[in-house]
């Protein structure tokens, strides 16, 4: 398909490929809600853009890939509407460059609560290594005790 585009293949190009007819019509409402969606995504962000002169081609593509994502509704299991083998390529590029990826949030999330539970335990265990300390030495105190009334 890069051939016959004559240009690199994009998701954009690959989703338009899959899901418009020859005669430009959409093959579901839903393809087209995507579609028209990530365009008004990708206008607001250009016209709200940092004025760059375009250097930045990759981190633009991550970004657009996050609009995408966002336009097509989130993952799924992993997957990304439209996109097939694509999104494998492009997750792991979001999930590395945005924090505000579902995914990554979640990820986020759960190693801050495992964090918490984590430091909850270790003061659990503190705790639990004084009681222990202290019933040694009443039983050491009571040994003494019961040495000294043999003796």
């Known amino acids: 398909m890069a051939d016959e585009l004559g ?3 994009t998701y954009t190009a690959t989703f338009e490929r899959t899901f418009q007819k020859k005669d430009k019509t959409w093959t ?3 393809a087209k809600a995507i579609k028209e969606k990530y365009d008004e995504l990708l206008m607001s962000t250009a016209s709200g853009g940092d004025g760059g002169d375009g250097s930045e081609q990759s981190s633009e593509r991550s970004d657009n890939m996050t609009l995408w994502v966002e336009a097509s509704g989130g993952m799924k299991r992993g997957k990304i509407f439209g996109m097939g083998s694509l ?3 492009f997750l792991s590029k979001v999930a590395a460059s945005s924090s505000s990826n579902a995914a990554v949030s979640r990820r986020t999330r759960i190693e801050e609560q495992m ?3 984590l430091t909850q335990l270790k003061h659990i265990l503190v705790d639990k290594d ?3 300390k202290m019933v ?3 039983l050491s105190q009571k040994d003494d005790k019961i040495r ?3 003796s």
């Open 115 to 117: 964090t918490q539970e």
């Open 130 to 132: 004084e009681e222990m």
């Open 7 to 9: 240009t690199e293949l």
């Open 136 to 138: 040694k030495q009443e």
């Open 87 to 89: 999104s494998r390529i």
């Open 148 to 150: 000294s009334l043999e």
């Open 28 to 30: 579901s409402d839903r």
